[in-house]
């Protein structure tokens, strides 16, 4: 069992940056895979990015180059930094996560949510 709380969301610019921040409780939390996913109302959810537990990341098409992953064991904390924003980026973020943490992650299922940070991109 994890428990999983985002931050650092919020309105920026188009080009702007942002970085959010999923805090992570719970016992074992390194041999967890976390991931970041992302939906807009009306669309399905997209899966943005994910890290496993030896540190292997894994960047979605859409956003590469742009956002990148990241985890602190020791402060049992996993980031998404976001640079060059753009509108289409606007979403709910959620960080999710797995257990089961080694291999590729995209492949994984996460079964741990947190409730989601809200990003907005506009001018």
């Known amino acids: 069992q994890v428990d999983l709380v985002e931050s650092g969301g919020g309105w920026v610019q188009p080009g702007g940056s942002l970085r959010l921040s999923c805090a992570a409780s719970g016992r074992d939390l390194d041999y967890y895979a976390f991931a970041w996913f992302r939906r807009v109302p009306g669309k399905e959810r997209e899966w943005v990015s994910c890290?496993?537990?030896?540190?292997?990341?894994v960047v979605a098409d859409s956003v590469k180059g742009r956002f990148s992953i990241s985890r602190d064991d020791a402060k049992n904390m996993v980031y998404l930094q976001m640079h060059s924003l753009k509108p289409e980026d606007t979403a709910v973020y959620y960080c999710?996560?797995?257990?089961?943490?080694?291999?590729?992650?995209?492949?994984?299922?996460?079964?741990?949510w947190g409730r989601g940070t809200q990003v907005n991109v506009s001018l």
């Open positions: 999710a996560a797995n257990r089961m943490g080694s291999g590729a992650c995209p492949n994984l299922g996460y079964p741990y």
């Open positions: 890290i496993n537990n030896v540190g292997m990341t």
